[in-house]
């Protein structure tokens, strides 16, 4: 399916995980209402149990009624949290796959991303929640709306807004754009969620408050489980813990292939000023010049 939206279309806000302040994504509502997107927000959007935004079977039926909503060409979760993997079992992804709707959402959302792509095909995007990174002053918002439109398909090194990157290993590779948050793609190995992957990816990762015995923990895991065997290039993000951000490198090299492209410190992850990428995509990654870009 096309990933691509057009102007007018419905996007329907949906809470997943955790409960969402109003304030905190007024903002990023703002932002795509001026865009021209029309959008409505799930019986459950501003809902509250315990720190989800809903009971169980409340955040599972938002995200349906608004794939039967014919009103509505995307699904966008506003933010993370915690409790997205709740939902898995309970999903129709036979729904999604009658009505494919592009998706969007980040973090503990990854979850949900991974699963929607291997039960049923469909692409999203990762990264621009509503709570924190799309707002006015991120650098990255318009490149957003135009991948978003399909007017762009790639993410260069013009168009970054920092020199910060590190090319640790040159080279260029082709496959399948996949990624998102570390410990919650860890956290599917083992479940009928975790996709059986027969074809080349390209893999991208961040996290937030992992210390970095944790992130050379969850790469050993990956390596171990066979994982890195079909991964032909990466994109390492940002890492942050307790306000810092880690130089994770060198301790997860040993555990990775040694003769991919791989980018370090790329501009994505848990901070305000982060670009989103799309995942289940076809997509080549260069490094001289830096170029990621995706087809579909």
Same mark, same amino acid.
């Given at each position: 399916?096309?990933?691509?939206?057009?102007?007018?279309?419905?996007?329907?806000?949906?809470?997943?995980?955790?409960?969402?302040?109003?304030?905190?994504?007024?903002?990023?509502?703002?932002?795509?209402?001026?865009?021209?997107?029309?959008?409505?927000?799930?019986?459950?959007?501003?809902?509250?149990?315990?720190?989800?935004?809903?009971?169980?079977?409340?955040?599972?039926?938002?995200?349906?009624?608004?794939?039967?909503?014919?009103?509505?060409?995307?699904?966008?979760?506003?933010?993370?949290?915690?409790?997205?993997?709740?939902?898995?079992?309970?999903?129709?992804?036979?729904?999604?796959?009658?009505?494919?709707?592009?998706?969007?959402?980040?973090?503990?959302?990854?979850?949900?991303?991974?699963?929607?792509?291997?039960?049923?095909?469909?692409?999203?995007?990762?990264?621009?929640?509503?709570?924190?990174?799309?707002?006015?002053?991120?650098?990255?918002?318009?490149?957003?709306?135009?991948?978003?439109?399909?007017?762009?398909?790639?993410?260069?090194?013009?168009?970054?807004?920092?020199?910060?990157?590190?090319?640790?290993?040159?080279? $260029?590779?082709? *496959? %399948?754009?996949?990624?998102?948050?570390?410990? #919650?793609?860890?956290?599917?190995?083992?479940?009928?969620? !975790? &996709?059986?992957?027969?074809?080349?990816?390209?893999?991208?990762?961040?996290?937030?408050?992992?210390?970095?015995?944790?992130?050379?923990?969850?790469?050993?895991?990956?390596?171990?489980?066979?994982?890195?065997?079909?991964?032909?290039?990466?994109?390492?993000?940002?890492?942050?813990?307790?306000? $810092?951000?880690? *130089? %994770?490198?060198?301790?997860?090299?040993?555990? #990775?292939?040694?003769?991919?492209?791989?980018?370090?410190? !790329? &501009?994505?992850?848990?901070?305000?000023?982060?670009?989103?990428?799309?995942?289940?995509?076809?997509?080549?990654?260069?490094?001289?010049?830096?170029?990621?870009?995706?087809?579909?």
């Amino acid at each position: 399916m096309s990933i691509q939206l057009s102007s007018g279309d419905g996007i329907g806000l949906v809470a997943p995980a955790g409960y969402v302040d109003r304030d905190s994504v007024r903002n990023g509502m703002d932002v795509l209402s001026t865009w021209g997107f029309r959008l409505k927000a799930a019986d459950h959007l501003f809902g509250r149990y315990r720190y989800f935004s809903g009971k169980l079977e409340h955040r599972v039926e938002d995200i349906h009624s608004m794939l039967r909503d014919d009103s509505i060409q995307a699904v966008y979760a506003v933010r993370g949290g915690s409790g997205s993997s709740q939902l898995l079992p309970h999903l129709n992804f036979d729904l999604w796959r009658k009505f494919p709707k592009l998706f969007v959402g980040f973090s503990d959302v990854t979850a949900l991303q991974w699963s929607l792509w291997y039960k049923s095909g469909i692409p999203s995007w990762s990264g621009m929640t509503l709570t924190s990174q799309l707002h006015k002053k991120n650098p990255y918002k318009t490149l957003f709306l135009n991948q978003l439109l399909a007017l762009d398909k790639s993410i260069s090194a013009k168009k970054l807004h920092t020199r910060d990157y590190v090319i640790a290993k040159a080279g $260029r590779a082709e *496959g %399948i754009l996949l990624g998102g948050n570390l410990s #919650i793609i860890v956290s599917l190995l083992g479940t009928p969620y !975790f &996709p059986v992957i027969n074809q080349d990816i390209i893999f991208f990762i961040e996290e937030i408050n992992e210390p970095l015995y944790r992130i050379e923990r969850a790469i050993v895991q990956l390596e171990q489980a066979g994982f890195f065997k079909c991964v032909k290039g990466m994109v390492l993000g940002r890492f942050k813990f307790k306000n $810092r951000y880690l *130089g %994770i490198w060198s301790a997860v090299k040993p555990f #990775i292939p040694d003769n991919i492209p791989i980018i370090v410190n !790329f &501009p994505y992850g848990h901070f305000s000023n982060s670009c989103a990428l799309p995942l289940g995509v076809k997509s080549a990654l260069s490094t001289h010049p830096l170029k990621i870009e995706w087809q579909f």
